[in-house]
Nanobody, 124 residues
Framework: QVQLVESGGGLVQVGGSLRLSCAAS????????MGWFRQAPGKEREFVAR????????YYAESVKGRFTISRDNAKNTVYLQMNSLKPEDTAVYYC?????????????????WGKGTLVTVSS
């Protein structure tokens, strides 16, 4: 069992930055593909970014490419999402996700564990 706890959300102005963190419990963090999804009000949950077990491979949604950076620290059991140049359309609840052993899908299916989410609000 893995528990994921997100932090770092909040209110930020357009063009600002935030860094989200996701702390994972358990001793097998490095065996999980990690990622971030988000869900805006009235919309479906969508993929944001993912990172491989050792951090050597990353992949981003087109909407955030060049603005967001995902990283992980396996010694701290933590994955991060650095968000720069934020836009109002980035407003959403951001969820940390874990997928054991295989590449994380870009659809919110077949995810082994979810965090409870952290709210990011970008004001114009």
């Amino acid at each position: 069992q893995v528990q994921l706890v997100e932090s770092g959300g909040g209110l930020v102005q357009v063009g600002g930055s935030l860094r989200l963190s996701c702390a994972a419990s358990g001793r097998t963090f490095s065996s999980y593909y990690m990622g971030w999804f988000r869900q805006a009000p009235g919309k479906e949950r969508e993929f944001v970014a993912r990172i491989s077990w050792n951090g050597g491979s990353t992949y981003y949604a087109e909407s955030v490419k060049g603005r967001f950076t995902i990283s992980r620290d396996n010694a701290k059991n933590t994955v991060y999402l650095q968000m720069n140049s934020l836009k109002p359309e980035d407003t959403a609840v951001y969820y940390c996700a874990a997928r054991r052993g295989v590449v994380m899908p870009t659809r919110p299916n077949d995810i082994d564990y979810w965090g409870k989410g952290t709210l990011v609000t970008v004001s114009s």
